[in-house]
């Protein structure tokens, strides 16, 4: 295994990697001292620029010294500047303007050399395959540079070439990353140094799946047939006879990134609509698929003239289970909701504590840091926020980040910092919940309707007002039509699948006779504005019909509201 050679690794291993270096220390060592050496050079001049009194005179000075030296050190602290270059909340502005140049305005490699890679992976000259390729680059990112090409077939076209001896650059940036998290872990409180690795691990995997460009098509692929049917979503296709492991070439997206206000708006685009399409795509990519945009920063998104919103870049994916995604929607609901008992036992689920873990001194401490979550703006309640409450709640609870959710916590992150640079006061949550209470609502599968049912019911009762704040947050959504959503509904009701709620609801009808006139009112304007009488009126009478005797019977003399339209029962009944 002495013999083993970066640039041969095709799946990330960090077994095989240790072993590498193990032989070979000096490799290890000499890039770590660049790395320390390097950092402590720029937090020296910070430090004189303070005790010479220069700091506004040389901020612009320092940036550029930042973005030189991220860049120089490689694509592993190019991405660490990307994420950064999202989060306006985090990084000062003359910082940020300089970061967001390494989405897509890094220094590319030779043409000569780009060239070259095209022909060796295609197995064909540039000729053959391109009626034009542009003479340089018009995008390098950190893995790779883009090219504008068009096929001899007349398809305009984006040419993406990997960089040169990327593999041994990126296995040995690993290697020391995963050194740096074992020798710091047992220095830190159990939940914080628990799983360190492995999050390095999930790392350094989605890192050698982003290098492969084959992957990286079949995820694009797989990602447009997720979102095939939505027609605010654009995906590129791919060109599959033009690429290969180092070439990927897909269709060219006409767009401007997402942090481009100005362009957006002159573009006649409204900012506030393509936000709200990135929220909801992100969390149906979460909650609905599983399978998620681990890195979307916006040289990866971007607004198109027609008003849809383009994903490019798909290196960077994950998938998660069905279990992880219904759990996620119920610590959604149990937050909104404010049922933090609930929600603690969400957290055991997901792995943010152990099984064993006693939740009861935990519940208020989740109370205090995520009371006030709802209804805040992106700029006054953030990851920032939670991540800064959070880090004092993991000294004294059991918290840990299970390695799974680092790419899930870092996607949400940069999602997050896009909504910020377009409108910092833009209140994520009333695209969100909009978003989760319809998916409640309209309840296409099983799973979805038990959950409506544990926010509709507490204790066994029935939770009004809670049904009236689903109703009235999905409504918020343009989207949402309440009336197919009633007729579902209606039709779930006294369907064999819903005898689960029947029994529910006559017990929660007739037990200590709960249900008041007024109840019944309530019920009747959730839906009268969109919902004709008589047609209500007749679904109700075959929902009565389904139910036991005492529940009908519970029901009927109270529907004294309906007033006009109780005539036409005894016909309807025959």
């Known amino acids: 295994m002495g013999q083993y050679q970066p640039a041969l690794l095709k799946l990330y291993n960090p077994e095989a990697i240790a072993r590498y270096y193990s032989y070979r220390p000096w490799l290890a060592w000499g890039r770590l001292l660049r790395i320390i050496f390097s950092f402590a050079g720029f937090i020296l001049s910070l430090k004189w620029d303070e005790w010479q009194d220069k700091v506004e005179q040389n901020k612009g000075k320092r940036a550029i010294q930042l973005r030189e030296l991220l860049t120089r050190l490689g694509p592993t602290f190019i991405k660490v500047g990307q994420a950064l ?24 490699f030779d043409n000569a050399i780009a060239y070259k890679i095209i022909e060796t992976e295609l197995d064909r000259s540039i000729h053959e395959s ?19 090409g068009r096929l001899i077939s007349g398809e305009e076209v984006a040419v993406k070439v990997q960089r040169p001896n990327l593999r041994p650059t990126l296995t040995r940036d690993l290697y020391l990353l995963r050194w740096g998290a074992s020798w710091v872990a047992p220095w830190l409180p159990l939940n914080l140094g628990h799983d360190l690795t492995l999050i390095v691990d999930e790392f350094g995997t989605k890192l050698f799946e982003e290098i492969d460009y ?130 603690a036992e969400d957290f055991v689920k997901l792995g943010f504590l152990t099984p064993d873990t006693n939740i009861c001194p935990i519940v208020p401490a989740l109370e205090a840091v995520l009371g006030n979550a709802i209804g805040k703006n992106v700029k006054d309640f953030n990851f920032k926020t939670i991540t800064d409450e959070f880090s004092e709640l993991m000294y004294e609870y059991p918290f840990r980040v299970p390695a799974k959710f680092a790419l899930i916590i870092r996607s949400l992150v940069t999602q997050e910092g896009i909504a910020l640079s377009l409108n910092p006061n833009f209140k994520i949550v009333e695209v969100g919940y909009p978003y989760i209470a319809r998916r409640l609502l309209t309840g296409e599968s099983p799973e979805l309707r038990r959950r409506l049912l544990n926010v509709l019911f507490k204790d066994g009762k029935f939770q009004w007002q809670r049904l009236e704040n689903l109703i009235a947050i999905a409504r918020t959504d343009n989207n949402f039509d309440v009336l197919p959503t009633a007729q579902m509904g209606f039709q779930y009701l006294i369907s064999e699948e819903g005898k689960f709620l029947r029994r529910q609801l006559v017990l929660a009808l007739t037990e200590d006779d709960r249900l008041h006139t007024e109840d019944v009112q309530r019920l009747w304007n959730l839906v009268k504005d969109d919902i004709k009488p008589d047609r209500l009126l007749n679904v109700a009478i075959g929902i009565l019909t389904n139910l036991s005797r005492e529940g009908a019977a519970a029901i009927l003399p109270k529907a004294t509201f309906l007033g006009p339209f109780a005539g036409n029962q005894s016909t309807n009944k025959k």
């Open 214 to 343: 084959i992957n990286e098509g079949r995820n694009a692929e797989k990602f447009a047939s997720n979102f095939r049917n939505d027609p605010q979503v654009k995906v590129p296709g791919i060109y599959w006879r033009y690429t290969n492991t180092h070439v990927l070439t897909l269709e060219w997206i006409d767009g401007f990134k997402l942090t481009d206000t100005k362009r957006i708006q002159e573009a006649g685009l409204d900012p506030e609509a393509i936000i709200q399409i990135g929220v909801t795509s992100g969390l149906q990519q979460l909650l609905e698929h599983g399978f998620f945009h681990a890195d979307p920063h916006p040289g990866n998104l971007f607004a198109v003239p027609d008003g849809r919103m383009a994903y490019i870049d798909f290196g960077m994916m994950d998938q998660l289970e069905e279990t992880t995604k219904e759990t996620l929607v119920d610590a959604l609901v149990h937050l909104v909701n404010k049922d933090y008992t609930d929600l």
């Open 85 to 108: 270059s999202t989060r306006p909340d985090l990084i000062r502005k003359d910082f940020l303007e300089e970061l967001i140049k390494l989405q897509d305005q890094l220094p590319p």
């Open 130 to 148: 391109f009626s034009e390729l542009s003479p340089n680059p018009v995008a390098a990112a950190s893995l790779g540079q883009v090219y504008r």
